[in-house]
């Protein structure tokens, strides 16, 4: 699904060069469970960016079901980003002015396509949150804000779902079930890809890659 070669990032800040990443090597299967994990600072955002087609790398080639995202437009990549990945963040990133339903169906709009009401209200159903589709996100807990997220990531039916340490606003029994809700999203076909710093929760997923230094090595 995704397939990363010699991959490497550099930040400039001023005249200073920050290597982020240092020669990765990863293949993502179709349909599979990986973690991230390591300590802050060693690239693992950096690394889901460019996995997510949110940037591209300084040095080395990514393919992204089967197509080399280095000779892609911008627009090629937006395309890419906007129908085939949905993004998850710590910090969840709602819209507080607008109930569960319509965050959600957000991304709808921003691709301007018409609203399925009943696609969005199935998602979630999905998410385990029938019950506060009117709700708006002052009145959620924190794991119920992450299910709006994760359904809102997956409203425009992309096939990889890429989650930036999604538990880490959580405590130990909404981690859980955020964890068991993308395990559950696996099973339903879409690839996973999850950042954490929870070894417990990366031990459960089908393959776990450490990053240090901007190095990946397999655990
Ligand atoms: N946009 C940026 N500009 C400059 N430096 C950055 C930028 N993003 C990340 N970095 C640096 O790159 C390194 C890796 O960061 P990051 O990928 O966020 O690591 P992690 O997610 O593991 O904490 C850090 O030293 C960080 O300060
Ligand atoms: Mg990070």
Redesign the pocket.
């Given at each position: 699904m995704i397939e990363l070669r010699g991959v490497e990032?550099v930040?400039?800040?001023g005249a200073e060069e920050?290597h982020?990443?240092r020669g990765i090597d990863l293949d993502i299967g179709k349909g599979e469970f990986l973690s991230i994990v390591?300590?802050?600072?060693?690239?693992?955002?950096?690394?889901?960016?460019i996995l997510g087609c949110l940037d591209r790398p300084s040095k080395g080639t990514v393919k992204f079901d089967g197509q080399n995202i280095e000779h892609m437009s911008e627009s090629g990549l937006d395309a890419i980003r906007r129908r085939k990945i949905g993004f998850v963040f710590q910090q969840f990133y709602l819209m507080p002015g607008l109930s569960v339903f319509d965050n959600v169906a957000l991304p709808k709009v921003f691709i301007r396509e018409k609203i399925d009401a009943e696609k969005i209200a199935a998602l979630i159903v999905t998410v385990g949150l029938q019950n506060r589709m009117k709700h708006f996100p002052n009145q959620l807990s924190g794991g119920e804000m992450q299910r709006v997220a994760i359904a809102r990531a997956l409203a425009n039916n992309p096939e990889v779902l890429l989650a930036?340490?999604p538990t880490g606003n959580l405590d130990t029994e909404n981690s859980d079930k955020i964890f068991k809700l993308l395990k559950s999203l696996q099973l339903r076909g879409y690839t996973v890809v999850m950042?954490t710093h929870n070894q417990e929760l990366a031990c459960r997923a089908d393959r776990t890659i450490l990053?240090k230094d901007?190095v990946c090595s397999f655990t």
């Open positions: 990032k930040y400039h800040r920050l982020a990443l390591g300590p802050s600072g060693s690239g693992k955002s950096s690394l889901l960016h930036d340490e950042v990053l901007g």
